[in-house]
């Protein structure tokens, strides 16, 4: 040790020396406790990284009650799946789960659970693997995650090969959350309408998140059964120690009992086990009451009753919505008052921006549109995301004070449409600072269009060596790509009608990547509107199949939105250039 720290070998330990020895020294000892700190905590698992360099100084860790809740929810949706026969069930209490999302079609599959039809089920290779269709469902399933509104960025095909815990884990409740969050909107159920306060308009609940409506509703029940409202799912959900009504009107685990009671009465006619539950001692015990409760309505889902005990977060709301999706136990109000065209749901160009931004990791995550962006924050970091320099010290973060807090969001919009005027070079006529912080949607659509067409061109640019890229340029080099490829089809601009059959994007795709398409999964002649939308479901799926990152959904390909056909070709124009370039 002493002749390692010898650094000019004058067999003599300096004062500089001794220093850097004792610096060494300490780093390992601070580290090695670390570890073993988390190596103690119950029910996390931690693991050195995985390559050389990263198993000598990164720790990474997972929950092994999240796996448990995983495996099981897994095991219970794709159960009847038949290309799911060589992986289900799995064992909650091993490693399976990791070694099961290696070929990639758990993965797919339990994309279409949580927003179906996103992969086009002929695309998933099922047959007869092979480490090159492995790697192609694993590109589509990740592609196809990040089209749904998943972060992806720091994930790819290979640490899933390598079952990273951490990965796989947080892959996967990115997936399951925006199945269960799926229906909690007032546009996808009415009755929640129902949830209005007392003095509210329609408006404050409509700007609520999903997480924040389940909470509005566990309260409305649990304020109909004459409780206390609970402020969390964590504190206020956990079991405290023993109590019974009469000494704890507040117990988090009758709040749920109770809850759970009403349910059973309200759809099965079933008698409540809360004053049984209530003379039990044991914490853990009287959580299993609870969830026998939840098991007679089919939701004992994602809670064992350490986990209650516990108040585990991410697990709780997963119940909870598990629960609010199974038995909303709401009735429609007649709200004479309620202006009916404020419960539209958003467009399909909508939620492709939405979830365009939120696959690069947006903060805060982006539920409505344009009420989320009326701090421009997120505006802001897509700038980013393009190149566009952000001066930080301009930008105003919440919390916002009470008195001139939508002054400082104004501050931020005003400075997001500078940016877009002065920097970027965004066409941004009589656009200002103001109609984003009002949630204008013609005016928030326009800017947000324009950064999300920066973003996919940019590839392009870069792979071009910065030659300017613009709508005739990607329209002739897909023609060019098409003639090359000998296919009889060609576009002329992103309106072409030819484009809503999707047969110049599947020979494109044909030309770019060979064997990639199986032509007889598609309809070239007489073509029906079902037969239309099939070829695009298919040409979507084998886009992200191959590596190209489409957010467009079938239907625009159909439906001809020139937008969005444009970033389909601009992608798969992306993906051609890679191939010239390796």
């Not at 004053?275 to 089919?298: G, H, P, T, V, Y």
């Not at 190209?548 to 239907?555: E, F, I, M």
Request: aromatic fraction near 8%; charge should be negative.
């Amino acid at each position: 040790m002493l002749g390692a720290a010898d650094h000019n070998k004058d067999e003599k330990i300096s004062f500089e020396e001794f220093v850097s020895l004792y610096q060494e020294l300490k780093s390992k000892e601070v580290r090695e406790s670390f570890r073993k700190a988390i190596n103690k905590k119950d029910g996390i698992r931690s693991f050195g990284g995985t390559s050389g360099i990263s198993s000598e100084g990164t720790q990474h860790s997972y929950s092994d009650e999240e796996k448990v809740a995983f495996v099981n929810w897994i095991n219970k949706t794709l159960a009847e799946d038949p290309d799911c026969k060589h992986l289900l069930p799995m064992d909650p209490e091993n490693e399976s789960l990791f070694k099961s999302v290696k070929d990639g079609i758990l993965l797919c599959k339990m994309i279409n659970f949580s927003q179906p039809d996103t992969i086009d089920d002929r695309v998933i290779n099922t047959k007869k693997l092979t480490t090159f269709t492995i790697s192609e469902n694993l590109v589509l399933a990740l592609n196809s995650a990040s089209a749904i509104g998943c972060t992806v960025v720091n994930i790819d095909a290979q640490d899933l090969i390598m079952g990273k815990p951490h990965l796989v884990l947080g892959l996967l409740w990115q997936i399951i959350k925006i199945g269960l969050f799926a229906d909690i909107q007032i546009s996808r159920n009415e009755a929640l309408i129902a949830l209005l306060g007392e003095g509210e308009d329609l408006e404050q609940l409509l700007s609520m998140s999903p997480e924040e409506l389940l909470l509005r509703w566990v309260n409305y029940h649990l304020n109909n059964a004459g409780w206390q409202p609970i402020g969390n799912f964590t504190e206020d959900i956990k079991v405290l120690p023993h109590c019974t009504i009469q000494t704890q009107p507040k117990s988090p685990f009758l709040l749920l009992s109770s809850l759970l009671s009403g349910f059973l009465q309200h759809y099965r006619g079933s008698h409540s086990m809360t004053a049984l539950s209530s003379q039990e001692k044991d914490d853990i015990q009287r959580a299993e009451f609870m969830l026998q409760q939840a098991a007679r309505l089919d939701c004992r889902q994602f809670v064992t009753p350490a986990d209650v005990v516990a108040g585990i977060h991410k697990l709780n709301i997963a119940f909870v919505a598990n629960l609010f999706n199974t038995y909303p136990a709401l009735n429609k109000p007649n709200h004479n008052d309620i202006d009916l065209s404020l419960l539209e749901g958003e467009t399909r160009e909508e939620r492709t921006f939405r979830n365009w931004m939120n696959s690069l990791g947006a903060y805060p995550y982006v539920n409505h549109l344009y009420r989320d962006l009326t701090d421009a924050l997120v505006i802001l970091q897509l700038y980013e995301k393009i190149q566009v320099p952000v001066e930080q010290k301009r930008v105003n973060r919440p919390p916002y004070p009470a008195l001139g807090g939508n002054m400082r969001k104004l501050e931020n919009c005003n400075y997001a449409v500078e940016l877009g005027k002065k920097e970027a070079k965004f066409s941004l006529v009589g656009i200002g600072g103001v109609n984003i912080n009002e949630g204008n949607k013609t005016h928030t659509l326009a800017l947000v269009w324009q950064l999300m067409r920066r973003y996919t061109v940019k590839v392009l640019s870069d792979l071009g060596e910065g030659e300017k890229v613009n709508d005739e340029l990607i329209v002739n080099w897909v023609n060019t790509a098409l003639k090359e490829g000998k296919k009889e089809t060609a576009i002329t601009s992103f309106k072409d009608k030819l484009i809503s059959t999707s047969l110049p994007v599947i020979d494109l795709i044909d030309t770019i990547a060979p064997n990639a398409i199986k032509e007889e999964m598609v309809k070239r002649e007489n073509l029906s509107d079902e037969d239309k939308l099939n070829n695009a479901k298919y040409a979507i799926s084998v886009s992200r199949k191959i590596g190209a990152q489409v957010y467009a959904l079938p239907d625009d390909l159909v439906e001809v939105k020139p937008k969005m056909v444009m970033t389909v070709f601009a992608c798969l124009m992306g993906r051609g250039l890679k191939n010239v370039k390796a």
